[in-house]
């Protein structure tokens, strides 16, 4: 039989434990639907006041876009504050007003004529004429972007900073710069000028006439297109009055009055020559007239003269070629030559280079003669005086002299120049030439004697010689021995017989 615990439920324990079970599920679930109950009412609450917040936020919201959309559209009809255009304050003025202002402005200040003065001439200048243009709209474009770019945020946060913050532009003018300077060497080409040294003449035997000296004016080309830039980009007004440097001349009239004298005056005469020979004679000589040596300066009477052609006006005349007379073109300019070589000689000049002639000529003594020729011979000689040289020439037909007149500035003071010729051999010889006679007129016969068809003459060697005379004693002070020439002798012609 099995036997039971002692601590087995009774029955009625067991109901009175179950009814306790009920109970405290009830409380449990009391207390739970009671939790809920307030939890919901607090999440309403919660909701309702999170609803209430996002109202008041959106509407704050809202009026306060109203406010930036107003204080925006208020500002899109002018510039916003604290703009700048040149310097003037452009905020508050609208769009089209400033740009036709400033545009009116720089259109009148393009076109502003200046005058350019200097020495009674007169030039026109203005920006326009040497292209110029000016960025007035980009600036006012750019001015006005500010505040007016953009969404509505970013307009507005442009207007704020625009409250605390200055905003400068600054019209540019362009122009060509290339046409500018084009201007200004047009200038200068109107002012410079090169001095004009006074000169003389001699009109008359000792009597002298001058030309009035000129300065003369170089215009700096630096500062004139500054100057010109200036008045381009300052929109200037004001005439411009040109100030070149003034260049004095040289030689004034005083100076050549009192520096000058005359050096040395020397003539030939041509006496029984040809038209054609008296005409080469002066067309030589006029090339030297009026002519100007620089200190320093060679002079060479073949450059002066240049080649003696018939194109050049030259005519044939009597000349000597290789020791004998011969018809060629510019017969007579070996008397030029030798009469500028006379003057030149009494003026104390260097001389470069000389060549006598292969035979004497009559104009003028042994030795002081100078042959030139187009193909070698020159006559050249250096001005080696302090001052300017000034050579003139004449020709006297009625008495068929030819003279050369030289002015300049002395050497040395009190001094006179001779020119004197040694003969040192005048017994050379030459054989005697001999021509038959094939017709007989002079001679028919070979052992008859020879009959003379021209006088031959003996040749000879000389010197030349420059002596310097004191003006104040009279003494010599120096000789300076110039040249030893020889002059070839000229055979005796004989006709002889034939038969």
Same mark, same amino acid.
């Given at each position: 039989m099995t036997q039971k615990s002692r601590y087995a439920s009774r029955p009625g324990s067991r109901r009175r434990n179950q009814k306790r079970a009920l109970i405290a599920v009830a409380c449990v679930l009391a207390l739970a639907l009671a939790g809920g109950i307030w939890a919901g009412i607090a999440a309403h609450n919660r909701r309702v006041a999170a609803e209430r917040a996002e109202a008041e936020r959106l509407r704050l919201i809202e009026e306060e876009r109203s406010r930036v959309q107003a204080e925006v559209d208020a500002a899109q009809s002018v510039f916003a504050e604290n703009i700048y255009l040149d310097g003037e304050k452009i905020s508050g003025r609208g769009y089209d007003e400033v740009l036709s202002d400033f545009t009116a402005r720089y259109d009148e200040r393009l076109k502003r004529d200046v005058t350019i003065r200097f020495s009674g001439g007169e030039w026109h200048f203005s920006a326009a004429q040497v292209g110029g243009t000016v960025d007035v709209k980009e600036q006012v474009d750019a001015a006005w972007r500010i505040g007016h770019t953009g969404d509505t945020d970013e307009k507005y946060a442009q207007l704020q900073d625009q409250k605390t913050t200055s905003a400068y532009f600054s019209v540019s003018l362009r122009y060509d710069r290339e046409a500018l300077e084009a201007f200004a060497k047009q200038l200068k080409e109107a002012v410079d000028k090169e001095p004009v040294d006074a000169t003389m003449e001699v009109v008359k035997a000792g009597e002298v006439e001058y030309t009035d000296s000129e300065i003369g004016y170089d215009l700096d080309l630096e500062e004139t297109e500054a100057l010109l830039v200036r008045s381009v980009e300052e929109g200037g007004t004001d005439d411009i009055e040109l100030l070149p440097q003034v260049i004095e001349p040289e030689v004034t009239e005083d100076t050549l009055a009192g520096t000058y004298v005359q050096l040395a005056k020397y003539a030939t005469y041509y006496n029984g020559s040809t038209?054609?020979?008296?005409?080469?004679?002066?067309?030589?000589?006029?090339?030297?007239?009026?002519?100007?040596?620089?200190?320093?300066?060679?002079?060479?009477?073949?450059?002066?003269?240049?080649?003696?052609?018939?194109?050049?006006?030259?005519?044939?005349?009597?000349?000597?070629?290789?020791?004998?007379?011969?018809?060629?073109?510019?017969?007579?300019?070996?008397?030029?030559?030798?009469?500028?070589?006379?003057?030149?000689?009494?003026?104390?000049?260097?001389?470069?280079?000389? =060549?006598?002639?292969?035979?004497?000529?009559?104009?003028?003594?042994?030795?002081?003669?100078?042959?030139?020729?187009?193909?070698?011979?020159?006559?050249?000689?250096?001005?080696?005086?302090?001052?300017?040289?000034?050579?003139?020439?004449?020709?006297?037909?009625?008495?068929?002299?030819?003279?050369?007149?030289?002015?300049?500035?002395?050497?040395?003071?009190?001094?006179?120049?001779?020119?004197?010729?040694?003969?040192? =051999?005048?017994?050379?010889?030459?054989?005697?030439?001999?021509?038959?006679?094939t017709e007989g007129i002079h001679v028919w016969y070979k052992d008859e004697a020879p009959v003379l068809k021209t006088q031959g003459s003996t040749g000879y060697r000389s010197k030349a010689y420059r002596v310097y005379y004191s003006t104040v004693s009279g003494a010599e002070v120096r000789r300076e021995e110039l040249s030893v020439d020889y002059y070839s002798p000229i055979p005796a012609e004989y006709y002889v017989g034939v038969h």
């Open positions: 038209y054609e020979r008296s005409a080469n004679i002066k067309l030589c000589l006029d090339k030297f007239n009026g002519l100007i040596v620089e200190p320093g300066e060679k002079v060479s009477f073949n450059d002066v003269v240049g080649p003696r052609t018939t194109g050049r006006g030259f005519k044939e005349a009597v000349e000597y070629v290789n020791g004998n007379k011969e018809l060629g073109v510019g017969g007579g300019t070996c008397q030029a030559s030798t009469t500028v070589y006379g003057a030149v000689l009494r003026a104390g000049l260097t001389i470069n280079q000389r =060549q006598s002639h292969s035979l004497p000529v009559k104009y003028v003594p042994p030795s002081q003669d100078a042959t030139v020729s187009n193909s070698g011979a020159d006559l050249v000689f250096t001005n080696n005086t302090p001052g300017k040289l000034y050579i003139y020439t004449s020709i006297n037909k009625e008495k068929m002299r030819a003279m050369v007149t030289i002015y300049g500035t002395p050497i040395k003071q009190n001094i006179r120049i001779e020119i004197e010729s040694e003969i040192i =051999q005048n017994d050379i010889a030459a054989n005697p030439k001999y021509i038959k006679d």
